[in-house]
């Protein structure tokens, strides 16, 4: 422990210009957070813009830092002064730790309570969140560079491993490897953990084979295998196992109930349902009635899984993303998009439609008016919502809370609009983890922006909780996709 500190105090002295810029970056970072709100639309303020395109940069002042710490005492090659020294790996190890800790994770946890104290919050009230925003600094932000470093020899081969970073991404999205996002919608925080586990597993055994061994080579072979490995991972994990996973893990507020979907063939699409086509596909828009929801309460769907099948028996499997949109009185419309190809040769005739849905009910609906103007107004579940005009007949809402609460469903409509009843409930994710992986301490559940010509006294918001969730199987026999086809 003597020596380990004995190696923090000399580092501190080094680098003391150097931590005292990375200071200020971060002061910087914290006066935009304060001050600052996400930008919506091409009204947004120069200072919002400016924190915006900071968040992005304050990352490159922490890696640096990061690796002018640990290349103090180069682990590569075998001139360094200090293997000859009565060095221990361990405390070596530990002060590099300890100076992270330090100058990067504390300087971000009073940033944190100034950004909170700005936007209306107390911290104090929220220290499980921001201990744990801490944690996934250290894990995501900073323990990853930290591993860069020690199997780079300098400065020079660290940013050029650096910059290969985002060149092997871009390589892997050019040869077909999925594109994801640090995204929590639904159960993808199940992934992304997944993500996160490989990616700690690479940098624990690159740290310990380094500092105890130093094994270089070894270390960078780890190293280039673990980043593509863990960049896939998210996008090849099976839906349906992250969504099995997610269920058996909620504790259901109400009996799962005996839901059944049946056809609706005489219903006429509306003209103001929400079309969203992909390349290559064509939309497809079938009518459906849920029977058995229980009243005063909705339905979801979380994922579906769809397939098509010809009397002939051949089948398809629709890709992409799969929606169920409510109507009234148990009305839903069920949207998918079909391969080109395969809606040819299938229009013509009446195919079977397999549908595996994960399904989640929701309950507990709660209805918040948001007044016109920059005073912000407590909505459950969300944090504190706002509503202003942003340009002439042009008005943006922002929700946002410190860190993040239970799941919560939610929908945004101008105070005289009446078409709430058929609005999609958006949101839910159901990752138990406090915090986001991004820079902000701020978690923004609603980011919107309403056009209109009259002036809207307000914002109505609905929420709603999941009370239940359960997986069904549906067939439906006897369709003819071409009298479903939207143009």
Not at 50 to 78: D, F, H, K, M, R
Request: proline residues 7%; hydrophobic residues 50%; charged residues 15%.
């Amino acid at each position: 422990m003597r020596q380990a500190l004995h190696i923090f105090k000399k580092d501190t002295r080094h680098l003391r210009i150097e931590i005292l810029v990375v200071s200020a970056v971060i002061a910087v970072f914290a006066y935009l957070g304060a001050h600052s709100h996400p930008i919506l639309n091409q009204y947004a303020s120069p200072i919002d813009r400016l924190s915006s395109v900071y968040e992005l940069l304050l990352p490159l002042a922490w890696w640096y830092l990061i690796a002018a710490v640990v290349q103090e005492e180069p682990v590569p090659g075998e001139r360094q002064f200090w293997i000859t020294r009565p060095y221990s790996r361990i405390s070596l190890l530990g002060a590099k730790t300890l100076f992270i800790l330090m100058f990067l994770n504390l300087p971000m946890l009073l940033a944190d309570c100034i950004i909170l104290l700005a936007r209306g919050f107390e911290p104090w009230s929220y220290l499980p969140g921001m201990l744990f925003r801490q944690l996934i600094l250290f894990i995501v932000w900073f323990l990853p560079f930290a591993a860069l470093a020690a199997i780079t020899a300098n400065l020079k081969q660290f940013v050029l491993l650096l910059l290969m970073l985002p060149l092997v991404y871009i390589v892997s999205i050019l040869v077909g490897a999925p594109l994801f996002l640090f995204y929590w919608g639904g159960a993808e925080w199940i992934p992304i953990s997944a993500l996160i586990l490989v990616g700690f597993a690479a940098t624990f055994t690159v740290l310990q084979i380094q500092f105890a061994k130093r094994r270089t080579t070894l270390a960078r072979g780890i190293a280039l295998c673990a980043f593509p490995l863990a960049l896939v991972v998210p996008p090849l994990f099976p839906r349906t196992t992250a969504y099995d996973l997610q269920f058996a893990l909620s504790h259901p507020q109400t009996d799962e109930p005996a839901v059944t979907l049946v056809l609706d063939p005489t219903r006429r699409r509306p003209v103001d349902l929400m079309t969203g086509g992909e390349p290559g596909t064509v939309e497809i828009d079938i009518p459906v009635r849920a029977k058995e929801v229980p009243e005063k309460m909705d339905l979801v769907a979380d994922h579906l899984a769809i397939s098509i099948r010809t009397s002939d028996g051949k089948s398809w499997s629709v890709p992409g993303r799969n929606w169920l949109f409510p109507a009234r009185n148990g009305q839903l419309w069920l949207k998918l998009h079909v391969d080109s190809t395969v809606f040819e040769q299938t229009k013509n005739s009446d195919v079977t439609l397999r549908m595996s849905s994960y399904l989640t009910l929701l309950g507990g609906h709660h209805i918040t008016p948001v007044q016109l103007g920059r005073t912000s107004t407590e909505v459950p579940g969300m944090g504190r919502c706002s509503f202003w005009e942003s340009a002439p007949h042009d008005y943006a809402a922002t929700c946002e809370s410190p860190f993040r609460g239970p799941a919560v469903f939610y929908k945004a409509a101008l105070s005289r609009d009446v078409s709430l009843d058929t609005m999609l409930l958006e949101g839910g994710s159901y990752s138990p983890y406090a915090a986001e992986l991004g820079i902000s301490p701020r978690v923004l559940s609603l980011r919107g922006t309403f056009g209109t010509s009259e002036p809207p006294n307000g914002l109505i918001i609905v929420t709603a909780v999941p009370l239940a969730h359960f997986h069904r199987d549906f067939r439906f026999s006897g369709v003819h996709l071409g009298n479903f086809a939207h143009d």
